[in-house]
């Protein structure tokens, strides 16, 4: 019964992390969205600073779906950027 359940679950498991390993070797990890350029902003009446931090905020997303896709860690910027 649950021995049996367990073996099988065991083995599904194992099955799945080889998956993922081969995902990791093969895998493209590239951020794919269109780069939001500094004029935007501007021209939806923000001033300099507020470009510069959605840039930083834009650019932590990138680097952070990076290195998630890469087995990484997330890194919380999110205190760090008021947009508003």
Known sequence: GLQRENEGLLRRCES???SVQ?????GNWTYSAPDV???RWIKQGHDEDYAEEADNLIQSI???TLGLCSGGKYIDVSSAFILS
């Not at 081969?22 to 093969?26: C, M, T």
């Open 16 to 18: 799945l992390e080889r």
């Open 22 to 26: 081969v995902l990791k070797r093969e």
């Open 37 to 39: 350029p500094r004029s």
């Open 62 to 64: 990138k680097d952070n």
